[in-house]
C-alpha cells in the first residue's frame, strides 16, 4: 500500500498562539540607518477601506500603464507628540534603557495612562545622559510618542496610547540633538515616510476567543461513521501512546486571534492632509468622518477597525522602487449598502 502523505494541517508559526499582551505593537528591530537621524515609526488608527483608480506603474505588468481598480486600507494618523527620549546600554546581558529626559509641558489626559515620578529631576537626567554619551556607554537612543486619539472622532476614547520609536543615525551625538529638538514637540507621518514608499505594518488581529481545531488549524472534519455523537469536529486522535504525553504540535482547541502580526512591504499610495476629501457619503461603517490626516496602504491590513496601528519604514524593501503613484480618482460612495 502507497504511504499517504499531506502536508499538515494549519502553519505551526507563531506558536503558542497565545494572546497579545498588550493592543499595542512591539518592534524588536528596526530599518538600517540612512546616516541622518531620523525617527523610525509613527502610528494611527484603522478607519476602514476603499477603492482607488490608478495608473498600474509596476513594469513588466500585463497592466502596465492603463488604469486598474486597486483596494486601499484607510489609516487616519493624527499628528503624535514626543513626550520623553530614553537612552539604552548595551551589555553581556543584552540592552537595557538606564536613563531618559522628560518634557516640561506635557498634556493633562497623558496622566491617565501613566504616573510621573513627584521627585523627577530633568537636569539631573540630562547629565546622566549626556555623560553617558560622553562615555560612549549609548548604544540607542529612543523617543517615547503617544497619540491624540482624543482629536479624532472615530475613535471614543481620549487616553493617549504610548509607544517607543527608534531614532537612526550614524552619529550617536546628533541622534541625541535631533531627539532634543523633537522633545515635547509634534511630529507628522510626512516626516518619517513618502507617498510610493513601503513600510511594513503591525497590529494586533482581530480576537475571535476560544476556537476548536477545524477553525482554528484547519483540520478535515470527520466522515460520518466517525463523527456519532457530535464529534464531527473533533481530531481523530491526540498521539500514540509513546511518548506519554500530549505534543504540542497536535491540534487542539484554544485562543484564535488577537495576535501580533506584521505585514511586510505594503506600499504607500497617498498621504493626505485632509480627511473629508476621502470621506464617503455618511461615513466610513464602524467609525465615521474623517477630520485628520489619513493615509491609504495598498491591500489589507491585519485588526479590526478602530485598532492601533504602528507603521515603519520597510526593513525587506529588496529591489522595490519607490515611485510616485498616480491616483486618478478615490471612491466616496457610501459603504452602507
Do not use: C
Not at 501512546?241 to 504540535?249: K, T
Not at 493615509?295 to 522595490?320: F, N
Amino acid at each position: 500500500m502507497p504511504k499517504i502523505n499531506r502536508p499538515r494541517r494549519g502553519s505551526l508559526a507563531f506558536s503558542p498562539r497565545k494572546r497579545a499582551k498588550s493592543p499595542i505593537p512591539k518592534y524588536q528591530s528596526w530599518p538600517a540607518s540612512t546616516g541622518t537621524p531620523v525617527l523610525q515609526g509613527f502610528a494611527g488608527y484603522k478607519v476602514g477601506m476603499t477603492h482607488v483608480i490608478m495608473v498600474d506603474d509596476h513594469k513588466e505588468s500585463p497592466t502596465e500603464g492603463k488604469e486598474i481598480m486597486v483596494p486601499v486600507t484607510v489609516i487616519e494618523v493624527p499628528t503624535m507628540k514626543v513626550a520623553a527620549i530614553r537612552a539604552y546600554a548595551k551589555d553581556t546581558y543584552g540592552k537595557h534603557a538606564f536613563t531618559e529626559i522628560w518634557a516640561d509641558q506635557l498634556d493633562d489626559v497623558l496622566f491617565r495612562r501613566i504616573t510621573m515620578p513627584k521627585d523627577y529631576n530633568r537636569e539631573s537626567s540630562q547629565k546622566k545622559f549626556a555623560d553617558a554619551l560622553a562615555a560612549g556607554n549609548v548604544a540607542e537612543i529612543h523617543a517615547l510618542t503617544y497619540t491624540q486619539p482624543a482629536i479624532i472622532s472615530g475613535v471614543p476614547k481620549k487616553v493617549p496610547d504610548l509607544m517607543e520609536i527608534k531614532i537612526s543615525g550614524d552619529n550617536m551625538a546628533k541622534q541625541y540633538e535631533f531627539a532634543l529638538e523633537l522633545l515635547g514637540k509634534e511630529v507628522s507621518l510626512n516626516s518619517i515616510i513618502q507617498s510610493g514608499a513601503y513600510a511594513d505594518i503591525t497590529a494586533i488581529t482581530t480576537g475571535k476567543g476560544t476556537q476548536g481545531p477545524a477553525k482554528r488549524w484547519g483540520t478535515a472534519l470527520r466522515k460520518r461513521k466517525h463523527s456519532v455523537g457530535g464529534k464531527e469536529r473533533h481530531i481523530g486522535t491526540l498521539g500514540p501512546w509513546n511518548p506519554h504525553h500530549v505534543r504540542w504540535q497536535v491540534p487542539q482547541s484554544g485562543q484564535m486571534g488577537y495576535q501580533q502580526r506584521t505585514e511586510f512591504n505594503k506600499r504607500i499610495l497617498k498621504i493626505g492632509e485632509s480627511g473629508a476629501e476621502i470621506t464617503p457619503k455618511g461615513g466610513f461603517l464602524h467609525y465615521g468622518v474623517l477630520k485628520s490626516p489619513y493615509v491609504l496602504v495598498k491591500g489589507s491590513i491585519p485588526g479590526p477597525i478602530k485598532r492601533l496601528i504602528r507603521i515603519r519604514p520597510a526593513i525587506r524593501q529588496g529591489e522595490h522602487v519607490v515611485r510616485m503613484p498616480a491616483i486618478q480618482f478615490v471612491s466616496v460612495q457610501s459603504k452602507q449598502g
